[in-house]
């Protein structure tokens, strides 16, 4: 297995009004975007080039939007880099950038 590429843990992963986990994790490993619960289940993945990650209108810098498999998720990371070694999940801009990286896509 392959080095993640992107590695989020403590993520709020939410479906429209309901939270699925409150202290998930989200991991780009081998060209795929994978969203896992606490204790390491799969909610949902699929292939990068399939992903589409954008940051939700009028929403704190905290949140992100990922769309897979035809489903939407709304996660809520970190508002700021944590400091080295610190633990708390990345910004949400590192998420999206990670994902359009990951699936060739740059701005």
Do not use: C
């Not at 970190?78 to 708390?88: L, M, N, Q, S, T």
């Amino acid at each position: 297995m392959a080095e993640p590429e992107f590695t989020a843990t403590g993520v709020r992963i939410g479906k429209r009004l309901r939270s699925l986990t409150r202290a998930g994790q989200v991991r780009i490993t081998d060209g795929r975007l994978e969203l896992l619960t606490s204790y390491g289940s799969e909610i949902d993945s699929a292939p990068v080039q399939a992903v589409r990650a954008s940051k939700p209108w009028f929403a704190p810098d905290d949140r992100a939007l990922a769309d897979l498999n035809g489903k939407r998720y709304l996660l809520t990371l970190g508002d700021h880099d944590p400091a080295p070694g610190e633990p708390g999940p990345p910004a949400a801009r590192r998420f999206i950038e990670a994902v359009q990286r990951a699936a060739g896509r740059s701005r």
